[in-house]
């Protein structure tokens, strides 16, 4: 059965638009933006996927898994969102920072991460971010130890160790 989300959300105040000049679609609300995630297998590209059945385009996003194996539950006005843990984020950015063409994008991603993981740290959730970190693949693990030493983060660094 087929779905055209675009339509079924336009009443609700959301108004698509294109990203890029390749084709993903996204909902813009004054609220919020909803974007169209998969994850990305093999090499990757960076052309749109197509989900025809519910009449959208989506972005093919490398580690996605990651993201969504470990999430929390969040309360906004009259509404759930299921969002990535922290910890899980956090860590996502420390390894896609470092795949970045674009610069710009590579410093917010960095920025983000160091800033949550510090957030847990303080809030004394340390044991959480090292069950997150030893729960990835040694290759990952290994990527998200080069971000954190070429960004001198010894405090996080003694977390995950």
Do not use: M
């Amino acid at each position: 059965r087929e779905v055209n989300i675009v339509e079924l959300l336009k009443d609700l105040g959301f108004v698509a638009s294109f990203k890029g000049s390749k084709g993903y679609i996204k909902l813009d609300h004054p609220d919020l933006i909803l974007e169209f995630l998969v994850p990305e297998k093999g090499r990757g590209t960076d052309k749109p996927y197509p989900l025809p059945k519910l009449g959208i385009n989506a972005v093919a996003l490398r580690f996605l898994n990651f993201l969504s194996s470990n999430t929390i539950r969040v309360k906004v006005e009259n509404f759930y969102l299921i969002l990535p843990h922290p910890a899980n984020f956090a860590l996502h950015k420390l390894i896609i920072f470092q795949r970045r063409i674009k610069k710009e994008k590579a410093i917010k991603d960095r920025k983000a991460a160091i800033e949550i993981l510090n957030a847990l740290i303080n809030k004394g959730d340390s044991r959480i971010i090292r069950n997150v970190f030893n729960s990835v693949l040694l290759k990952w693990q290994k990527k998200i130890i080069r971000g954190l030493e070429t960004l001198k983060e010894k405090k996080i660094l003694e977390v995950i160790k």
